[in-house]
């Protein structure tokens, strides 16, 4: 008998921590059909509502009923990382329209095989280099598809790529594993695509990125991090495809509240 509930409570955590990419795979389905439909009953119905951490929007909690979920947007372009072992998902979203365009960066997270956490970082004119011409275009001359299974970095590598990125703003003296090339993707603003193309240019000093909340894919050696970019605490994005340890592109997404963060045009990030 003891032996029985024992067993069976044990089963109930092996499965409970346990997540697939399929499972992960049809939430973000989900999620991408309800900001399509403007429609979110279907997605509701996933939550997890005995563990539930909230819907945030630009690091703010709010109601569901009362985000961008229930604005239909037509949805030009999709691209998201799975992460198994932490149970999440992130999702890049464009809708390039001419008229109500945005940029939206979403992180699930899911406990008890359901979603129990919504982060989404939404972006549109006014924030930071926002440009949807620049960001549709661009994000289709990029290659973050699968990595062959022999030529994967690990979690931990991947993410120490993106941490080193991050400490630099606050420390000068990290090294970050640069790829050569190495492009960013800020708010529409692109960098060199060529061969000599180098993201290490212009990155500012005590600035520090708190708050971190990590998905990784080593599939496709990519991880994203939301996180508050500077003493202001701006919600921001920041996701990075690392190919042979070494950082590949950055895509930046940062809502400040302000047009363009407060700034004149600078290379800042
Ligand atoms: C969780 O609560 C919301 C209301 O906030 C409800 O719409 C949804 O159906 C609930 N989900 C489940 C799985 O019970
Ligand atoms: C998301 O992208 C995939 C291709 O990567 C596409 O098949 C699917 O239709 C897209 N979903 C939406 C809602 O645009
Ligand atoms: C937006 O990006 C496109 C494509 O890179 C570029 O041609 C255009 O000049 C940019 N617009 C602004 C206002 O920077
Ligand atoms: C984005 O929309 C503009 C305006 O409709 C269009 O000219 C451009 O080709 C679109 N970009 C992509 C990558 O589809
Ligand atoms: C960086 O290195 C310099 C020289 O060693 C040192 O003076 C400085 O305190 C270091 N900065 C940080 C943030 O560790
Ligand atoms: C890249 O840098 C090398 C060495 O400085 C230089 O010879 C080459 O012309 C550069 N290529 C481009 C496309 O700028």
């Keep these: 008998m ?14 409970a921590s346990h997540c697939t990419r399929p499972q992960l795979v049809e939430a973000v389905d989900s999620y991408l059909a ?19 951490l909230g819907y945030y929007e630009n690091a703010k909690k709010i109601d569901v009923d009362t985000g961008i979920l229930n604005k239909p947007l037509a949805i030009t372009h999709n691209r998201s990382l799975y992460d198994t072992t932490s149970c999440a998902t992130y999702t ?34 006014g924030d930071w280099l926002f440009n949807i011409t620049g960001y549709a275009y661009w994000v289709t001359q990029e290659n973050w598809g ?39 993707l800020e708010g529409g603003l692109y960098g060199d695509p060529g061969p000599n193309g ?4 212009g990155v500012p000093s005590g600035v520090p990125l708190r708050n971190r909340r990590y998905v990784i894919d080593e599939t496709v050696g990519a991880v994203d991090v939301m996180l508050d970019f500077g003493n ?15 950082i590949r592109y950055v895509h930046t997404m940062t809502h400040c509240g302000i047009p363009n963060c407060g700034l004149r045009f600078q290379r800042f990030d």
């Design 2 to 15: 003891f032996a029985n509930a024992a067993l069976v409570l044990g089963l109930a955590a092996t499965v």
């Design 34 to 52: 309800t900001q399509t439909s403007g429609k979110t009953a279907a997605f509701k119905a996933r939550f997890d509502n005995s563990t539930w």
């Design 92 to 125: 890049e979203v464009i809708v390039n329209s001419t008229t109500d365009p945005y940029v939206i960066g979403t992180q699930l997270r899911f406990a008890n095989h359901k979603i129990n956490k919504v982060d989404m970082i939404v972006t549109k004119p």
């Design 146 to 184: 699968t990595i062959p299974e022999e030529q994967r970095d690990t979690r931990d590598t991947i993410k120490k790529a993106a941490d080193a990125y991050c400490d630099l703003f606050n420390n000068p003296n990290v090294t970050v594993p640069w790829g050569k090339p190495c492009v960013r």
């Design 198 to 201: 180098t993201c290490a240019g």
């Design 232 to 246: 202001s605490g701006w919600p921001d994005s920041h996701e990075f495809r690392i190919e042979n340890g070494k």
